[in-house]
């Protein structure tokens, strides 16, 4: 199913028609406007690796950084093996409008690798995290650009580059990469601030629409670490029940859904999965749960869909297997749901949170934690995580806000009040 949909869809395609549907709203002026249709730089580049084999393969990254007119670059770095240089696009552009979205003073990036990381030994991996680091260097750093996790990357490959870069640097840089692990200049809080962050905003989008957490259910895709976090969130801060999730799993090349009648246990899932987010079978069926085919997650019986997999997933043909129940479509993931199945929410009256909103608890607590690497003094996870809902309930509200006085979907608005935001600091600044 990936690469079919990865073959459909152009994410920057859909990353560009978002931005255009807000600035005509705004009326935004069309020199602004193509200014912040593309990125303002691009790096694509070979990174070789000796292999444990003592063959020498040749990776091909990139990094695109799409705008700081609110402070240094920021996005993760993925490793995939549908990379492309447009994926890589839509992605630092989204970074933008969800750094502005959160109100935090940061611009938009993104980084890729073309691999599957499942493929490599620990050492390939951390050669190939090195390698990265050798070539970007002299173009990221705390004030300029800072990576982080994302799909197919961890902590301990944010702490190999970190420590990479502060050997080429010649100082120990911590805040040159955040997401880093617990001891060696990561912040409490980050594993789960995303999956967190998540149902913060369905938490408020309820309060909306004056549902009763405890009675709702929801649906996930993927298992990685945000829906891995949401679904624990959902069930334990909201009360409610989680149906089912799904996972890539990377022996057989596909999808599965994994539900059970009684609801899913969340960690007890997380014990029988590995580090790329692929759920044990047969364990997960010893315990009672019903393994089905990777689209069964979106045909559930659940009032809130949270797609937390890959971009596109959602899409004109997906969104007629949806359940009438759906209310809320919440994007854990960076663009899961098309401009079609945009259309579907608007006919049928399903609220979405949109990506650059729902999914901003990662980057939110990562700009925590690089304020804590600047102060060289960490908070507790109370505290992080305190912080968090503070800030990602401030953005649930001002884009609720936009919403209801322009008449418009909450992914206009979201867009709306970003590009508001950013244009204001390229305005301050005397870019034009
Ligand atoms: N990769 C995450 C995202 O897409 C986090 C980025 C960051 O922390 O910089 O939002």
Not at 243 to 258: L, R
């Amino acid at each position: 199913m990936e690469k079919k949909v990865a073959r459909q869809i152009n994410a920057f395609d859909m990353a560009q028609e978002q931005f255009d549907s807000a600035a005509k709203l705004l009326n935004l002026d069309p020199g602004i406007a193509e200014v912040l249709r593309w990125p303002a730089q691009e790096y694509s580049f070979r990174i070789p690796v000796r292999m444990d084999d003592g063959s020498l393969r040749v990776f091909q990254g990139f990094r695109v950084q799409h705008n700081n007119a609110r402070g240094p670059n920021k996005g993760g770095i993925r490793f995939h093996p549908s990379e492309t240089m447009d994926t890589v696009r839509a992605l630092a552009t989204w970074m933008t409008w969800k750094c502005a979205v959160a109100d935090i003073p940061l611009g938009g990036s993104k980084g890729g690798i073309i691999v599957d990381p499942a493929t490599l030994s620990l050492r390939e991996k951390e050669e190939l995290c090195r390698g990265w680091v050798d070539v970007m260097w002299k173009n990221i750093g705390p004030r300029n650009d800072v990576p982080a996790p994302d799909i197919g990357t961890s902590p301990q490959m944010m702490g190999w580059m970190m420590d990479e870069y502060s050997k080429l640097a010649g100082e120990y840089t911590p805040g040159a990469f955040t997401g880093k692990p617990i001891g060696a200049g990561g912040s409490q809080g980050r594993t789960e601030a995303t999956g967190y962050g998540v149902i913060y905003t369905v938490r408020e989008a309820m309060k909306h629409l004056k549902m009763d957490p405890k009675k709702s259910v929801a649906a996930l895709e993927g298992f990685g670490k945000v829906s891995q976090h949401a679904s624990i969130g959902f069930v334990e801060l909201l009360g409610g029940k989680v149906a089912c999730i799904s996972c890539w799993d990377h022996d057989d090349k596909a999808a599965y859904t994994f539900s059970h009648k009684d609801g899913c246990d969340p960690r007890f899932l997380i014990n029988i999965t590995d580090q790329y987010g692929t759920v044990d079978k047969t364990a997960a069926e010893q315990a009672g749960y019903l393994v089905e085919d990777g689209e069964a997650w979106i045909t559930k019986e659940a009032d809130v869909l949270i797609p937390a997999a890959i971009e596109g997933h959602v899409n004109g043909d997906t969104v007629k297997l949806m359940s009438k129940r759906v209310k809320i479509m919440a994007e854990g993931a960076n663009g899961p749901c098309t401009a079609k199945a945009d259309e579907y929410f608007k006919a049928n009256g399903i609220f979405t949170i949109p990506d650059i909103l729902c999914n901003a608890g990662g980057v939110t607590t990562s700009y925590f934690e690089q304020v804590q690497n600047d102060m060289n003094f960490y908070w507790s996870k109370e505290e992080v995580l305190k912080k968090l809902d503070d800030k990602m309930t401030a953005a649930f509200q001002s884009v609720l806000a936009m919403s209801e006085k322009q008449n418009v979907n909450m992914r206009d608005a979201a867009y709306m009040v970003a590009i508001d935001r950013v244009v204001k600091a390229m305005e301050f600044r005397g870019w034009f």
